[in-house]
């Protein structure tokens, strides 16, 4: 699970962060990313909802990829227009089966009181999102949104 | 993030401040399972007045101790609801289980009413 | 120029950032670090001391380093007890002569209004700074403060 | 980052909001250079009342602005500067070649009695 934004593509701007899978590094991711899609003027409530997806993804990293151990989380966070796309990956446990994994309200963890919200919290906060993942590798999240006042402007 | 616990006659009210996330949330479990097993308190109300970020870790946590407070037969209710919690809340069905109410004072008044 | 915090090194959490030379991103990187910083809860004038001077070495890598031409700058951010170290590369044009470099008050580049003092504030709001470089290859700044309440703590 | 410019009697009066690094630095000194050529102004006041970070880009913007009403002699004052960007201004001698007042009404006065 790793990629590049290989110069050659038409990105206008991105970023990539890297940091261990402690749940202290929650804040900080969401933080980040925000601070750097301010650049495309959001709103404020399209700004919440990309900082609430991207913890939902990373905290699904550390809890559930990781399961509290030690490993390393990436994102990687591009735009160009008004599009900002997000992914988050980890080499962790990864999805058995991505379908339901995706239900509302199912979690594989009720003991930790998990609510089994956070991917439909991604998809309705995000324009798409999309899951790759392999048992026993890792898994990767991809979240694309359009923000701001051009809705020409498409997810691509 | 930080929890202040007040009582209201028999009531336990829950005030959160900051950000409610993964890493923040077991620590306001913890003080307010404490907080309620102390007390041995029947009724809770959580007021988001003060919340800056939340995540579905904070669904988990309205959802466990509702979910406790049932079994004790007792009474729960949220208020102070920013529109952006109130999506979140909505989308996961908390609104279909638990009472709303804008102001403490009026979710202290249904809990109680209830009890 | 490039490093990485070897997991076998006692270090309790860090992040890697990595961005391209773009003016934009100036403000996200001091607000990423910062926002990593945090959870060593510095006094407010801690943290702007330190945002000041991740800008300072930040703005160096996309001004004279890449001389506002595409590149990529690099930063690691990395904690242990109460101290933190930040480490901001490019892979740009280098410093000839350090020494004139860090002299207050010089700048190689008047005719942008630069006032020469970059160095001396990262100097100042920081324990300690560090500056490698070979000229055509590119520069390395290391950045380091003790934060908080806890003065027994020395920068490594 | 935003410029917000006024004018008093013969003074140019530019308040500074938000971030003022390398990148926001181009367009605020475009817009007072504007200002001041478009006005043939030879007096200007700096509010930092309402910044929220400032680096060493900001002494540049200063010191610049500070090179040009000299050579006109005209006169400048700086105000409302906050503890932080206090530590800046006098690591750098702008204390030592420009008045700061603690209001822009005093930088006002200052800058008219000098003209
Ligand atoms: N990065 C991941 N690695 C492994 N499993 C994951 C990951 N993200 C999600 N899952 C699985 O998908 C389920 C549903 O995720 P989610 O809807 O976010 O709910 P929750 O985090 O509350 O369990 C999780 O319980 C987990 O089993
Ligand atoms: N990353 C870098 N790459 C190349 N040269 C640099 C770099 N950082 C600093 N310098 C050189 O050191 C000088 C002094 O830097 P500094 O004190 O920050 O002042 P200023 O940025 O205002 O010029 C710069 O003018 C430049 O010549």
């Known amino acids: 699970m790793s990629s590049r934004v290989s110069p050659s593509v038409a990105v206008e701007n991105y970023i990539r962060l890297q940091f261990p899978s402690k749940s202290e590094n929650e804040s900080f991711a969401r933080v980040a990313v925000a601070s750097f899609v301010a650049q495309l003027d959001p709103t404020l409530e399209e700004l919440t909802e990309i900082k609430t997806a991207v913890s939902e993804a990373v905290t699904n990293a550390i809890i559930h990829g990781y399961e509290n151990s030690f490993g390393e989380v990436r994102i990687e966070c591009s735009i160009l227009d008004h599009t900002v796309k997000i992914t988050i990956e980890d080499d962790g446990a990864g999805i058995e089966d991505i379908s339901v994994a995706r239900q509302p309200l199912y979690t594989s963890r009720p003991d930790l009181e998990r609510s089994g919200m956070g991917m439909t919290i991604m998809e309705t906060f995000m324009d798409l999102m999309e899951l790759e993942s392999s048992p026993g590798c890792g898994t990767r999240v991809t979240l694309v949104k359009t923000v701001g006042d051009d809705p020409s402007q498409q997810p691509s | ?115």
């Open chain 2, 1 to 115: 993030m930080s929890v202040e616990t007040l009582v209201h006659q028999e009531v336990l009210v829950v005030r959160l401040h900051g950000d409610l996330d993964h890493h923040s949330v077991e620590s306001i479990r913890s003080e307010v399972e404490k907080a309620l097993t102390l007390g041995g308190y029947r009724a809770l109300v959580m007021s988001f007045a003060s919340i800056d970020f939340m995540d579905s870790s904070g669904i988990g946590l309205i959802l466990g101790r509702y979910k406790k407070l049932k079994e004790m037969r007792g009474a729960m209710a949220l208020c102070e609801i920013n529109p952006s919690l109130e999506k979140i809340l909505k989308m996961s069905g908390v609104y279909r289980v638990l009472p709303v109410f804008p102001s403490e004072r009026e979710a202290l008044a249904h809990v109680k009413g209830v009890l």
